[in-house]
């Protein structure tokens, strides 16, 4: 079945080699597409040129259309509430990482029925406003049932799972955090290459509940011997290891990239390694922002994301995110879009998503509004949400 498109006021593309776009982000006005089976993109152009022949017909009565958003990081899979550590945070109290073991023993305690009724209703929320791709992690398990039992739960929803058992280390360990981490390494690792795609590890050293580089480095080494791709937490609560560590490997994403030095953002310029802005979590904690403009005058992919989590982002918005981006991380609404797009798609290494170009498989999102500068001219408003076709 084919589904013709139209009454596109604006379509962004994110596409910028498609013929007939307006400017770097593949904008067309007066658009139609034409859609296959799976919502695979066929054709996309000006409504005079569109082909004369599909099976059905849908008209958007002047409607902005955008790629599906791709939300590169994310921590879907956990039960409990830490809505008292936020107000706690809004009355002054620092983020130091240390909150994780509540979910944690939370998570621990619950059922497979909760945690699924739990991850699906998020994952529908986030659907709802417009993602499409979804990469899940696991992390607040930390112990070889409870995380095998998340990444099964994760791979349910989304193909973009991430072993995430190098979160921090929990309280029963503090005291043998080698036994952790030959766990983390040895068992966890080779029940997570069943599930996982990815490995991530939070590398921070201003934390003592998370892991300083050499111990981030074993954990990555024994990902990529699992067959995992990388992935880094990164430089959040200060200056640290986490991007030369991310970029050495060859890490597809180093996520957070609070705290730069002018080395990290050369580093990142030179490389294939994708920066993962979070500003959700410096707006939920009150946190400096990263200085997004610097990496993007260097030459540097960025991507944006929500990082939903219980303690530090509790958000499934990723319009919210682009609106945060625009305000606080002085992007442009172009810049911004691109990153929640093709950007988050470039840091899960997929062209399949996050543009509208023939062959594209990643959704649609449809705007009700005139333009996609409404997703953060209006923020905090819900005029976006995924285009569906057919049954």
Same mark, same amino acid.
């Given at each position: 079945?084919?589904?013709l498109?139209?009454?596109?006021?604006?379509?962004?593309?994110?596409?910028?080699?498609? /013929?007939?776009?307006?400017?770097?982000?593949?904008?067309?006005?007066?658009?139609?597409?034409?859609?296959?089976?799976?919502?695979?993109?066929?054709?996309?152009?000006?409504?005079?040129?569109?082909?004369?022949?599909?099976?059905?017909?849908?008209?958007?009565?002047?409607?902005?259309?955008? /790629?599906?958003f791709?939300?590169?990081?994310?921590?879907?899979?956990?039960? &409990?509430?830490?809505?008292?550590?936020?107000?706690?945070?809004?009355?002054?109290?620092?983020?130091?990482?240390?909150?994780?073991?509540?979910?944690?023993?939370?998570?621990?305690?619950?059922?497979?029925?909760?945690?699924?009724?739990?991850?699906?209703?998020?994952?529908a929320?986030?659907?709802?406003?417009?993602t499409?791709?979804?990469?899940?992690? %696991?992390?607040?398990?930390?112990?070889?049932p409870?995380e095998?039992?998340?990444?099964?739960?994760?791979?349910?929803?989304?193909?973009?799972?991430?072993?995430?058992?190098?979160h921090?280390?929990? /309280?029963?360990?503090?005291?043998?955090?080698?036994?952790?981490?030959d766990?983390?390494?040895?068992?966890?690792?080779?029940?997570?290459?069943?599930?996982?795609?990815?490995?991530?590890?939070?590398?921070? /050293?201003?934390?003592?509940?998370?892991?300083?580089?050499?111990?981030?480095?074993?954990?990555?080494?024994? &990902?990529?011997?699992?067959?995992?791709?990388?992935?880094?937490?990164?430089?959040?609560?200060?200056?640290?290891?986490?991007?030369?560590?991310?970029?050495?490997?060859?890490?597809?994403?180093?996520d957070h990239?609070?705290?730069?030095?002018?080395?990290?953002?050369?580093?990142?310029?030179?490389?294939?390694?994708?920066?993962?802005?979070?500003?959700?979590?410096?707006?939920?904690?009150? %946190?400096?922002?990263?200085?997004?403009?610097?990496?993007?005058?260097? &030459?540097?992919?960025i991507?944006?994301?929500?990082?939903?989590?219980p303690?530090?982002?509790?958000? %499934?918005s990723?319009?919210?995110?682009?609106?945060?981006?625009?305000?606080?991380?002085?992007?442009?609404?172009?810049?911004?879009?691109?990153?929640?797009?093709?950007?988050?798609?470039?840091?899960?290494?997929?062209?399949?998503?996050?543009?509208?170009?023939?062959?594209?498989?990643g959704?649609?999102?449809?705007l009700?509004?005139p333009?996609?500068?409404?997703?953060?001219?209006?923020?905090?408003?819900?005029?976006?949400?995924?285009?569906?076709v057919g049954?």
């Open positions: 079945m084919t589904t498109v139209t009454g596109i006021a604006e379509l962004t593309t994110c596409d910028p080699t498609h /013929p007939d776009a307006e400017d770097e982000w593949g904008t067309l006005h007066d658009a139609a597409l034409v859609l296959g089976d799976g919502e695979q993109v066929l054709w996309v152009g000006h409504s005079g040129t569109r082909p004369p022949d599909a099976d059905r017909f849908l008209d958007l009565g002047g409607r902005a259309v955008v /790629p599906a791709v939300d590169s990081h994310t921590h879907l899979v956990f039960a &409990g509430d830490r809505s008292a550590e936020f107000a706690a945070r809004m009355s002054g109290t620092p983020y130091d990482g240390g909150g994780i073991a509540t979910t944690v023993a939370a998570t621990r305690g619950a059922s497979d029925d909760a945690l699924r009724a739990l991850l699906h209703a998020r994952v929320e986030m659907r709802s406003q417009g499409g791709v979804i990469e899940v992690k %696991s992390g607040y398990g930390l112990d070889l409870t095998t039992r998340l990444l099964r739960l994760a791979r349910e929803v989304t193909d973009e799972v991430t072993f995430l058992g190098a921090v280390v929990p /309280p029963e360990y503090r005291s043998r955090r080698t036994d952790y981490l766990l983390v390494t040895g068992p966890m690792m080779a029940a997570a290459a069943a599930y996982a795609r990815w490995v991530d590890v939070f590398c921070e /050293p201003h934390s003592p509940h998370a892991f300083g580089a050499d111990e981030a480095r074993t954990i990555l080494e024994a &990902g990529r011997a699992a067959g995992l791709g990388l992935r880094v937490h990164g430089n959040q609560l200060g200056p640290g290891p986490g991007v030369a560590l991310a970029v050495e490997l060859g890490a597809a994403s180093v990239c609070t705290h730069l030095t002018a080395a990290d953002v050369d580093a990142l310029a030179g490389s294939g390694t994708v920066a993962t802005l979070l500003p959700g979590v410096e707006f939920a904690t009150r %946190s400096r922002y990263p200085d997004a403009r610097a990496l993007l005058d260097a &030459g540097v992919t991507a944006l994301a929500t990082d939903c989590n303690g530090t982002c509790y958000t %499934s990723m319009p919210f995110v682009i609106a945060l981006a625009v305000r606080e991380l002085h992007l442009t609404p172009g810049e911004a879009l691109w990153a929640a797009t093709r950007g988050a798609a470039r840091s899960l290494h997929r062209d399949d998503i996050g543009q509208i170009a023939v062959g594209a498989r959704g649609l999102t449809v009700d509004a333009s996609q500068l409404h997703l953060s001219y209006r923020a905090g408003v819900p005029l976006s949400h995924r285009l569906t049954l």
